[in-house]
């Protein structure tokens, strides 16, 4: 379906109307909301629905196991435990330096500024983050810029989810500008999804901001299927690398919603449409709620063969995991024991 309004209505608007009920989502699909357990509600409690309707716009009506809406529809398994599945599975909270700043890598470090985002992805690895205690006030920016400094190894800073496309043009060009006035720091890095959601919020005044900084820009969107990708979201998208932004995709292996290989070859032809480079293809964090999405293994390995065989070598995103404690990603292709 094909809803131009989205295309004209202002991210503002579109971000400050998201739908937060599950029967109102529903209804809009057109698919019954007996579809809907209680237990769902339950997960909507503690991990709130939130989804801009330009998303929902990219869904199929009357299709409840669509791959968009599977990705924000709350599940009554999310309620269920599993002991490998835990609030803090990557030790994030092991990593947070000062309010706002996870330093799990040597040369680059997270700096969160914003614990909101405009989707709730029911897998997210971040679902469960403390973000309410540890984001950076505006005069704790020189205690920043200290350990910044205090560490020369660092070169590259990460804006990181919640997601900084959720703030205004204006705050991220007061932080870029801060980290612009450190030598060190070359490369900012941005990773969101709210190009995906709410292709709008690729503004003039953002692509501006962005071709006009000293830093070198890096966006990493987040695209899991190429429905997520109409025709007005890849031009959108195309806006950043016209405008000097190198721009890759990180995607999330998740059962029922892209765990098949030509799902994954589409998703990597499309994002290739938009000038996009795929880049990660993450195995599930193991965060609790989100064990529906899991994958064995041995169905990870035998798809990643078929991607790598079915795509040329540039379009092949890197299969990986996050490993507490690691001091990078852990590429998996033909390790079956991960
Ligand atoms: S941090 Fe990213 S993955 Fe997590 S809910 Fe926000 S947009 Fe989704």
């Known amino acids: 379906m094909i809803n131009y309004l989205y295309q004209e209505q202002n991210w503002q608007s579109q971000l400050s109307d998201l739908i937060i009920d599950p029967f109102e989502l529903l209804d809009q699909l057109d698919i019954s909301s007996e579809q809907l357990l209680s237990g769902a509600i339950l997960a909507s409690d503690t991990f709130k629905l939130r989804v801009p309707r330009a998303f929902v716009n990219k869904m199929q009506k009357a299709d409840p196991f669509d791959p968009l809406l599977l990705q924000v529809l709350p599940h009554h398994l999310e309620l269920e435990d599993h002991p490998e599945f835990v609030t803090d599975p990557l030790g994030e909270e092991e990593a947070n330096q000062l309010p706002g700043v996870l330093h799990k890598y040597q040369s680059r470090f997270l700096l969160t500024l914003t614990g909101a985002c405009a989707v709730h992805c029911r897998y997210c690895f971040r679902r469960h983050f403390p973000y309410q205690e540890n984001l950076p006030k505006n005069n704790d920016w020189p205690q920043i810029q200290n350990y910044i400094q205090q ?38 890095r941005i990773h969101s999804r709210v190009p995906i959601v709410i292709p709008n919020r690729i503004d003039e005044e953002l692509l501006s901001l962005l071709e006009n900084s000293r830093l070198r820009i890096i966006m990493v ?39 098949s290989a030509q799902t994954l070859i589409e998703l990597s032809q499309r994002l290739f449409d938009a000038r996009v480079m795929p880049y990660y293809l993450h195995v599930l964090d193991k965060v609790k709620g989100a064990q529906h999405f899991d994958l064995e293994s041995s169905k990870v390995d035998s798809l990643y063969k078929e991607v790598l065989a079915g795509l040329p070598g540039y379009l092949v995103p890197k299969l990986v995991r996050e490993i507490a404690g690691e001091k990078n990603k852990t590429p998996l292709f033909g390790k079956l024991t991960f």
Do not use: M, Y
């Open 221 to 259: 969107v987040h695209s899991n299927h190429a429905a997520e990708l109409d025709d007005f979201t890849c031009n959108q998208l195309h806006k950043l690398s016209l405008r000097n932004v190198t721009v890759f995709n990180q995607a999330v292996l998740l059962k029922g919603v892209n765990d």
């Open 151 to 188: 560490h020369p190894l660092i070169n590259e800073v990460i804006l990181s989810g919640g997601d900084p496309l959720t703030l205004t043009n204006h705050k991220l060009k007061i932080w870029i500008e801060r980290l612009e006035s450190l030598p060190q720091v070359k490369i900012l």
